[in-house]
């Protein structure tokens, strides 16, 4: 039923006058029944206006004005003619599950169980709320259940804003109210009070409160506001305020007053310090500075350290959007260490820089361009020096590229343009790639017809692609590489590669033939000439000293080799079938897959075509045959010797079908079979050069992979046929035709094994319910779980093998091996706690490599860690009990001794 009420009343006509009083003596029993509230019953004075319906909430429209609804009851004639402007600007909408009430003279509603009410933006709803149209107040409070526990509290919600409280009174004119017992989110904290005045849209005054990022009902931690103004979404400012841990209050250090921004957009503001103890620079002030808010699309932070013994960084970064558009962050970072007292011999000043850039685009600004960029540039020394994890600690490779794409719409074509770089921090080295260019064409079939129909022709199956590609590069020390001669020392080059595709085809239905033809061309702007003086003596690139002089002769140097191959493969079954029907394998399945294939490549070494110069190179006359295009960016000149080579190779594959016990939900007996695969690969692989005069057999290449009881193993092996001189040079004897090498296949130069094993914890539903009956028959109290060890608990456990055996260069030699086990493992004691480990050891050296011990515990809103490196270069250790929120990130008791100290 829709009631119209002002906020004059109900109106004196005698016809109305009847109808209520008709309808009171009427409804009068009705109302003494639904009375649910008794501590209520004196001030509902009132008469009630319909009957409840249990399965669909009353709905009605509280309307201030003389504004007359079509299914009204009751029409306020006095009001409409009195000319006042409404005091409410928009209608009041209510329900309630179980009474609504409205008192004798139409100024107050009362309504009963899941309460609510609605006002433009704001709801409230509540067990108990109570309208008073009069004063344009409303009041809302919860009830407590049969275990005293107060339910259906009040929760108002005003736009996006919305909190929690045990009872609420506002007024909705003057937009000022009182709440009690409220907790109101405020950006990452919570907000408690036992008593807070509202006293405007988004302004409360607070007494007794707490301020917390814990969001438990009872937090484990907060600083208790004696008085304080929250401005959502924008600030809170306390009073004289202090720390409560655990109910605990921590009276020192004691807060005059304190401030708290609260804006959901960033804003600009001083970064506060962190501050420590390291021995060798001294008590420090780290990552302290200011951040600026700059704009929509941007922000700046400028940091800066300073460390009592000289020591001192800085540090900016700035991140970049346009949405839609593109995206990033750039980092530059200067850093200045000091160790020793000044005037001393060990004293040293080390700079050092590091920058990073990180740029992507959207995928929807451009789909035919894109630029991105991943640079991660530093001096050798910076991760050594500044680094706070073991991973950057350990690093000594870094890459980064900058790269743009074009794709060229409509056409098979598409260019890169990159720029690249990359350092090893062990010996100081950095390589630039400025610039590296490819334009590639994808492939296309140039006797392919545009109305082709039918089956494909022979001919139309060739395919033809093509790839170029222009790089200009550099390598040398990282403190001369930009002093080094663009001409002389940097290397660059044109590549063209153009694979023709073949049509393949099969031979007796099961070999299949793949015949192809590739050609590449490399284009050098320099060559090298040597000759030989006996007089003199010249360094070379090695820095060996002999009579051979090196010229760098500049010009248009272009270098071709081209090749042909045809493959052949097939694929050959063998089958084992137990004679037991009754046996639980159903089958063996041996794959045997042959491949054989015949390539030619001319002699390149021929004078015709240049790329090999014969010089002499002692006083005897002898001549030795020199690469004019050794060292070129693309390698150097094709290979002396025409190769005609065989080349042959098998893989082998073992399968298993074995009925799966465990699989009690197939019904089909077919599905209850399983394949376990007993050999995942096993294969060998050699050539064979016909026109080579010598050495024309290849070593043998093995590899095998397979997986026992969950264990994967790889292994691998070559196998060189031929024996060494006392210098170690290969000579066309083989191993197995001398006297000691009588059943031997060839010399083992280079073999390897790893395997690694990984165990994990099973726990389940069963072993849940297991423990629940174990700590029943052991009577065990709740209070006494902590002594009670569960040993059932998430965990995993692994170990790594590594072997590897390099063979002697020469025959007085041996060979050298390396043997390394690896352990790591990680355990959840609890849901909280968990400890994780990772250590090497080298079993040749006898010595364990870099190791961690890490315990963390989760507080909740807290976190704990302990981080220890027992031994090595990085012997260090850290604890820390801190907030978890980034808010507070400075909330934190820490003990450590950095590796820093061990310099």
Known sequence: MHVKLTDKGFNSETIVHKFLLTYFFLLLP????????????????????????????EKDTLISGPTVATDTLISDSLSASSGKAPVLAAPIEYTAEDSIIISFDGQKVFLFNNSKVTYQNIELTAYFIELDLETKEVYAEGMEDSTGVLIQKPIFKDGDEEFESNTLRYNFESEKGIITDVVTEQGEGFVHSKLTKKISKDVFILKNGKYTTCDADHPHFYLHMTKAKVISKNKIITGPAYMVLEDFPIYFPFLPFGYFPNTPTYSSGILIPSYGEETNRGFFLRDGGYYWAAGEYFDFALRGDIYSKGSWAGKLHTNYRKRYKFSGGFDLR??????????LDYYTSSPQFAVTWNHSQDSKANPNQTFSASVNLSTSGY??????SADNYLRTQ??????????????????SVNLRHSQNSTDSSMTLSMPEMTF???????????????ALKWYEKFGINYTGNIRNTITAHESEILNQSFARDWKNGIKHNIPISLPNFNLFNYINVSPSFNYDEKWYFKKFE?????????????????????DTIPGFNRVYDYSYSLGASTNIYGMFLPLNPNSRIKGIRHKITPSFGISYRPDFGAERFGYWQAVQVDSTGRNEYFDINAGGIYGGSPGRGASGAISFSVNNNIEMKVLDTKDTTKTDASEKFKKVKLVDNLSLGTSYNLIADSLNLSPFNIRARTTVAGININMGGVVDPYMTDENGKK???????????LGKLGRLTRANLSFGLNFKSKKGEKEAETNKELIEEENILPGDYANYADFNIPWDFGVDYSFTYSGPQRPSQKGRFTQTLGFRGNMNLTEKWRLSMNTNFDIMAREFSFTTINVNRDLHCWQMSFNFVPFGYMKSYSFTINAKSSMLKDLKLQK????????
């Open 383 to 388: 991760d050594k020096q500044n680094s706070y």
């Open 731 to 741: 000579i066309h004897k083989y191993v197995w035709n001398e006297k000691n090498g």
């Open 398 to 415: 870094k890459s980064s590229s900058i790269s743009f794409t074009k794709k060229f719409e409509n056409t098979p074509f598409n260019l």
């Open 334 to 343: 200067y850093a200045v260490n000091v160790y020793g007292e000044r005037g």
């Open 30 to 57: 009705i109302l003494v029944i639904c009375q649910v509230n008794e501590r209520r019953t004196e001030r509902l004075e009132g008469l009630q206006i319909d009957a409840p319906d249990t399965d669909t909430p």
């Open 896 to 903: 450590r001794q950095s590796h820093y100290d061990n310099f």
């Open 440 to 454: 590639n064409m994808a492939k296309f079939y140039p006797f392919q017809g545009k109305n082709r129909s039918g």
């Open 530 to 550: 040597r000759s030989y003086h006996e007089d003199e003596l010249f360094m070379d690139e090695r820095g060996n000293m002999s009579h051979l002089k090196t």
